[in-house]
Structures are given as C-alpha cells and as structure tokens.
Nanobody, 129 residues
Framework: QLPLVESGGGLVQPGGSLRLSCTAA????????IGWFRQAPGKGREGVSCISSGGGSISYADSVKGRFTISRDHARNTVYLQMNSLKPEDTAVYYC??????????????????????WGQGTQVTVTV
C-alpha cells in the first residue's frame, strides 16, 4: 500500500482558491498515474481529475473544467490540484489515488474510481461564506 498523503485543504469563501498536494514519503510517484477524487457528505466518491505518469495526458470532470488544474512536480515527488473559483458545491473530502497495478501509464482519459488502487486518507475542503 502506497502511503499517499494529501494536504492543503481548509476553509475558504466562494470564489477563493486552494492548492492540494499529494505525495508519498519514501516512494516515487514518477511512474504512476495519479487521480484526485472527492466525496461530499451523503454522496458517493467521484472523480475530479487525473494525470498520466509523464504528465502529458490530463482529464477533468466537467464540473471542475476551467477552474481546477492538476500538475505534477517530479523533483518534489508531488502531484498538485490547484482549485480556483471555488463553489459551495466543491465542499468535500478530497482524496488522491495512485494506479499501482501497472506503471508508466501514458494516458488518463478520465478519473475513474476503479482504475486506481491505492488511496490517501483525504483532506477536507469546505467552501462557505
């Protein structure tokens, strides 16, 4: 089990921004497809975004397109989710996940739950006035 750790969540007003980080101490994320997911109270977990191992293939859920940006910094072994123009409906626990059943995934067409194997514990994002 990859020890994924998310950070950067918090409380923000509508229209504000947050940057989430995902890393794994002692393990390289370089060759793994990484996804961001979220789960709001009383709802199922949904895909937000994903990025291929090389960073050349990226996908977003329609609900966040144009507002969220996923990126990866190989030197820092970190995958980021920059969230701008936040809305109350973005309130959720955000999870990062890694696809570990294979490596060097050159594509990520969509952040699909069952495509990912290892999960972090999540970080809370609350958007409220």
């Amino acid at each position: 089990q990859l020890p994924l750790v998310e950070s950067g969540g918090g409380l923000v007003q509508p229209g504000g921004s947050l940057r989430l980080s995902c890393t794994a101490a002692g393990f390289s994320l370089d060759y793994l497809r990484i996804g961001w997911f979220r789960q709001a109270p009383g709802k199922g977990r949904e895909g937000v975004s994903c990025i291929s191992s090389g960073g050349g293939s990226i996908s977003y859920a329609d609900s966040v397109k144009g507002r969220f940006t996923i990126s990866r910094d190989h030197a820092r072994n970190t995958v980021y989710l920059q969230m701008n123009s936040l809305k109350p409906e973005d309130t959720a626990v955000y999870y990062c996940a890694a696809r570990t059943r294979d490596t060097y995934s050159s594509t990520c067409y969509a952040p699909i739950l069952f495509d990912f194997d290892d999960w972090g514990q999540g970080t809370q994002v609350t958007v409220t006035v």
